[in-house]
């Protein structure tokens, strides 16, 4: 039967107001705009907004985390850590991001193969942002035959963020680069205070064994530590970019160049107060950048 021209005008009009309620209230793909399944544009998820102001701060790694050295001789100093330190004269990560709670979970001779205990232990918190700093130990090896190979520092870094990512999909990582070892032995070896603690205490024999020797034998492991810490820095940068919420310092640690002030008077080799000062800052700088 023909549709008569009033009645298939009223017909239209029901029609566009219906298909104007539906693009209202739904996106291309027929999802809630306001739901966790809102697609961008081009129909992908949306993918999550970094925060820059985290309200608590937990902290695994090594040595350097726990400002070992850094107060007090063979002793840790978390108070000053660079990631959770309390005291104002060294304004720490959590101290500049005004952490409402942080945690300090490193511990002081780890390598990247306890880096996944840790990675559970720092889960029960529930921290925001979890800050990451590992591989200064499997590079000072006491030979570097004993150094961790490449693809173990791997694995074990990549178990780590998969632990965190299992209980906290929503934190974010930060993850700082391996120190330059061999920019360390340069600013201690001139110093003869230096050289003996380094033979005293065995610190980093890898590298600071013989500090003054010329030989091309020596030069060459030196050469080959620096090449191994190149190496688990280039691990640490892939695996955090395989996170969408995970940020490299881009290299910053290992790039600074650390003076003696910068380094602990105890051994030449941790950073000092003002060292552990300098990497916070690097830190914030990191984390903050919108």
């Known amino acids: 039967m023909p549709v008569s021209r009033p009645v298939l005008a009223s017909m ?43 309200a608590s701060v937990a902290a695994i790694g090594d040595s350097i985390t726990r400002a070992f050295d850094a107060c007090s001789v063979l002793s840790d100093c978390p108070e000053v850590s660079w990631a959770t330190g309390t005291d104002p004269k060294v304004p720490s990560l959590a101290q500049q991001l005004a952490a409402e709670e942080s945690w300090n979970l490193a511990e002081s001779g780890a390598q990247a193969s306890d880096l996944p205990s840790q990675a559970r232990a720092v889960t029960a918190h529930e921290p925001e942002l979890v800050t990451i700093m590992v591989g200064a130990n499997d590079a000072c090896a006491p030979d570097v035959a004993l150094m961790t190979e490449t693809e173990d520092f791997r694995a074990d870094i990549e178990r780590a963020v998969e632990i965190i990512r299992e209980s906290l999909p929503d934190t974010q990582l930060y993850v700082a680069s391996v120190p330059d070892l061999l920019r360390l032995w340069s600013e201690g070896s001139g110093s003869a205070l230096a050289r003996t603690v380094w033979g005293v205490a065995a610190v980093c024999p890898s590298m600071l064994a013989d500090p003054v020797a010329v030989t091309t034998e020596a030069g060459e492991r030196r050469d080959s530590v620096r090449e191994r810490v190149v190496e688990y820095n280039a691990v640490l940068e892939s695996v955090c970019a395989a996170d969408v919420l995970c940020r490299y310092d881009g290299g910053a640690v290992f790039d600074y160049a650390f003076t003696p002030d910068d380094l602990s008077k105890w051994d030449w080799f941790h950073p000092s107060a003002q060292g552990q000062a300098a990497l916070a800052a690097l830190a914030h700088e990191r984390i903050t950048m919108e």
């Open 12 to 54: 239209l009009a029901a029609t566009a107001s219906l298909a104007l309620l539906a693009g209202c209230t739904s996106t291309p793909d027929g999802s809630d705009p306001g739901s966790a399944s809102a697609t961008d544009e081009g129909g992908a998820p949306a993918a999550p907004v970094w925060n820059t102001s985290p």
